[in-house]
């Protein structure tokens, strides 16, 4: 087969996503008429695996690798529609998301979420169904999941967006670090032991990674997640990819997630709660609280008690909430920050890092969880965020020994003319001090680290009473900002911030008369989508938001509410 002047598939953010049609049928004999037609696109994928590393280069350009996990979309899988899994897909790609990884502990997708994946330039890292199992070991088993993967890769492996085809999830490192493991290898003895860790190597070494050779030979297998492909430990920063969870169900702070460059982040997470008018949804209109019984049956951490892990976090950073509705907004404050931490860090060590998947973009049903969108569909302020740190050139400053380290980072595959700057205030807006240059970014990488020490931009001013920001600009274009704070939110002397509004129909321009921190319009039960949220509104800085929604511009003012981090507008 030939096709004149082929045009490769790239994952978004790097070119285009052509397809090409493939019909084909039966003339004579048996299964005459029968039709069968996809869609298929043209590129090449390779894991890059020297010295350890872990990421993927398609079309011979390095791609790092930002998206999240995607575990099912329902508990009842038939109510799951096509424009629900392709509105989420939608979502990942309206925030500079450029992979999705299907989560092996759900179930294989239908046809039109890979279809949809391949239009949207969503690289997939497809999971093999096995989440967290000791696998039974006898050759019976095998020959059944053989047969499994066979059909599935028959069906699934022309994609152009399946990018890696991996054994499942925590399989290998579960039975490699995990205590319950680690007992039940002791209550069954060394031969039983060794039977069971014999048969999850054939099985994940060879039956899955002959299937992907024989089906889909253009596909890397990964034999789970997290792994090293059998060259040495799972679970590390020093080789493959990485499952990190010190940070909220270990309970460390979250600038942990700043102690290591991983080589791939394949996993990593922090809870908030969903919007109010999802909760309504399930807790109707009662009074609540976080220990409300309902609130409880609704998170499955720690078997209902999760909630008071979302208390832990917001005493060790944010300020007290003064009511259910600003705790709620507290959480997802908190995620969002957490995991733009993290996930500004990880860029900025590219490329001995090379991927960011957090954990997880959809809920199953709707609950507190760790889901950027909830499974109503509103957008958590995290997915929001997720816009500004997976843009395709981002500043990211991280806080030293009384200095701050300024990295700038690349996708474009190019060189790209920019400059920085990096200017502290006191919070009455006075400009302490500055720094920053011109550069050129490098392409498809992260810069040195601009090291400035806190005499050069805060002088002698307070810890609590001063704050920088960080720009990176393209042309006459802020193309990336971030606040860099001195001390956790909570002990900083915030002013309020005096936002004002004007509304204009839908749409509502805040301008605000000191800094604001965290903005979060609020329509509480409502059902309203803002353009933008969560974000940093500086002294004198006005920003305009479109709301989707369908109650009219008097009714969306009637109930916006808008909340910051000092507590109100």
Request: hydrophobic residues 40%.
């Amino acid at each position: 087969m030939t096709i004149a002047k082929p045009q490769r598939w790239w994952p978004a953010g790097y070119g285009a996503q052509p397809l090409y049609a493939l019909d084909a049928s039966i003339a004579r004999g048996l299964g005459a008429g029968d039709e069968e037609g996809r869609t298929v696109g043209l590129r090449t994928v390779e894991l890059i695996r020297e010295g350890g590393a872990m990421g993927f280069k398609v079309n011979g350009v390095p791609i790092f690798a930002k998206g999240a996990n995607l575990i099912p979309f329902d508990m009842f899988r038939s109510r799951v529609s096509a424009s629900a899994m392709r509105t989420i897909l939608e979502d990942a790609r309206a925030v500079n998301m450029n992979m999705i990884r299907v989560w092996g502990g759900g179930s294989y997708l239908e046809d039109s979420f890979y279809e949809d994946a391949d239009r949207l330039g969503l690289m997939v890292w497809q999971d093999f169904m096995f989440g967290g199992a000791v696998t039974p070991p006898d050759a019976a088993y095998r020959e059944n999941v053989r047969i499994e993967a066979d059909q599935q890769l028959a069906r699934l492996g022309s994609h152009p967006s399946i990018v890696l085809w991996a054994g499942g999830n925590e399989v290998l490192s579960g039975w490699e670090n995990w205590s319950d493991r680690k007992a039940f290898k002791r209550a069954v003895g060394p031969d039983e032991q060794e039977r069971i860790g014999v048969g999850m190597a054939v099985l994940f070494d060879r039956v899955l990674r002959d299937a992907v050779l024989r089906h889909s030979p253009g596909t890397p297998y990964w034999p789970g997640s997290p792994s090293n492909d059998y060259e040495g430990p799972t679970d590390t920063d020093a080789a493959g990819d990485r499952h990190f969870w010190d940070v909220w169900s270990g309970s460390k702070p979250i600038v942990n997630y700043t102690h290591s460059c991983p080589r791939f982040m394949s996993e990593y997470g922090f809870q908030a709660m969903p919007a109010m008018a999802t909760i309504r949804e399930f807790a109707g209109d009662g009074a609540l609280t976080p220990d409300s019984p309902v609130m409880k049956a609704h998170q499955k951490f720690l078997a209902g008690e999760g909630n008071a892990r979302l208390q832990f976090y917001l005493d060790a950073r944010l300020r007290p909430a003064k009511d259910f509705a600003d705790f709620v907004y507290l959480t997802q404050v908190n995620q969002m920050e957490a995991i733009a931490l993290a996930a500004r860090h990880h860029r900025a060590c590219e490329p001995v890092t090379m991927g960011s998947l957090y954990w997880q973009i959809n809920d199953v049903w709707p609950s507190i969880s760790w889901a950027s969108i909830d499974h109503s569909g509103r957008w958590k302020l995290l997915h929001y965020a997720a816009r500004r740190f997976f843009a395709p050139q981002i500043v990211t400053a991280e806080r030293g020994d009384n200095e701050t380290r300024v990295t700038l980072v690349s996708d474009a595959t190019k060189p790209v003319a920019a400059r920085w700057t990096l200017t502290g205030y006191a919070m009455d807006g006075t400009k302490l001090g500055s720094a920053g240059g011109d550069v050129t970014l490098a392409a498809t990488t992260a810069s040195a680290p601009h090291v400035v020490r806190d005499a050069t931009v805060f002088g002698s001013a307070p810890l609590t009473a001063s704050y920088a920001v960080a720009t990176l600009s393209i042309g006459e274009a802020i193309v990336s900002r971030q606040i860099v704070e001195r001390a956790e939110p909570k002990d900083m002397a915030y002013p309020a911030p005096g936002i004002r509004l004007a509304w204009d129909g839908n749409t509502v321009t805040l301008t605000a008369t000191r800094l604001a921190r965290a903005v979060m319009l609020d329509f509480g039960e409502l059902d309203a989508h803002p353009s933008d949220n969560g974000f940093d509104l500086l002294p004198g800085e006005s920003r305009r938001i479109t709301v989707t929604a369908k109650a009219d511009g008097s009714a969306l003012a009637k109930a916006l509410v808008v909340r910051t981090l000092a507590g109100g507008a």
